[in-house]
């Protein structure tokens, strides 16, 4: 059973940069599945960010992609999130998530990050 | 890419059946059988309830079910139990390598 949790700082400067770790236990970051990032908004619903294959390949949500990097680490089995320039409307929990196949299968508990000066 | 359309609530008591309904667009829910569902309890990450339009991943049981008609997919808890009560979210496939979820349903068990 994958397991997977998040890790980071809770708080970000405005115009900062947001970095965020998922580590992944019970399966490899090498198995056929998509690596993913989901994000909730205080009181609000899901919004995908994205994901990565153990290949390396990338596909980003078209309204972030700009400001979004998601790579990974398979010696360390985690894979990471950055997304630049932040605001206040970037204010979420974040998830990381897993699965093939159009779905995800696996989630992690998630993480608050605030950005606030 | 805009989020596809929930209700904001559902209700029903206990035994009873309650329908979640997901509309989409023709770029998305209409043209892909690649809608899932995921129930999400308070402070907790999602969890996967149906994929696939209708199939269940093993543990989820049967009372929940899946279906699609146009631009529009649903879900439907047949004998509604205590511990359904939770916001339930549809996602799809949306071609370019992308994916949308749904706004976002709140059930609650009478």
């Known amino acids: 059973q994958v397991q997977l949790q998040e890790s980071g700082p809770g708080l970000v400067k405005p115009s900062g940069t947001l970095s965020l770790t998922c580590a992944v236990s019970?399966?490899?970051?090498?198995?056929?599945?998509?690596w993913s990032w989901v994000r909730q908004p205080p009181g609000k619903g899901l919004e995908w960010i994205g994901e990565?294959?153990?290949?390396?390949?990338?596909n980003y949500n078209p309204s972030l992609k700009s400001r979004v990097t998601i790579s990974l680490d398979e010696s360390k089995n985690q894979f990471f999130l950055k997304l630049s320039s932040v605001t206040a409307a970037d204010t979420a929990v974040y998830y990381c998530?897993?699965?093939?196949?159009?779905?995800?299968?696996?989630w992690g508990q998630g993480t608050l990050v605030t950005v606030s000066s | 890419q805009s989020a596809l359309t929930q209700p904001p609530s559902a209700s029903g008591s206990p035994g009873q059946s309650v329908t979640i309904s997901c509309t989409g667009t023709?770029?998305?829910?209409?043209?892909?059988?690649?809608v899932s569902w995921y129930q999400q309890h308070p402070g907790k990450g999602p969890k996967l309830i149906i994929y696939?339009?209708?199939k269940r991943p093993s543990g989820v049981p049967d009372r929940f079910s899946g279906s699609k008609s146009g631009n529009t997919a649903s879900l439907t808890v047949s004998g509604l139990q205590a511990e359904d009560e939770a916001d339930y979210y549809c996602?799809?496939?949306?071609?370019?390598?992308?994916?949308?979820f749904g706004t976002g349903t709140k059930v609650t068990v009478l």
């Open positions: 998530a897993s699965g093939a196949w159009y779905k995800w299968d696996y």
């Open positions: 019970g399966g490899s970051i090498s198995s056929t599945n998509w």
């Open positions: 990565i294959y153990h290949s390396g390949s990338t």
């Open positions: 023709s770029s998305d829910v209409g043209v892909y059988n690649y």
């Open positions: 696939d339009v209708s």
């Open positions: 996602s799809s496939y949306a071609g370019g390598n992308s994916y949308v």
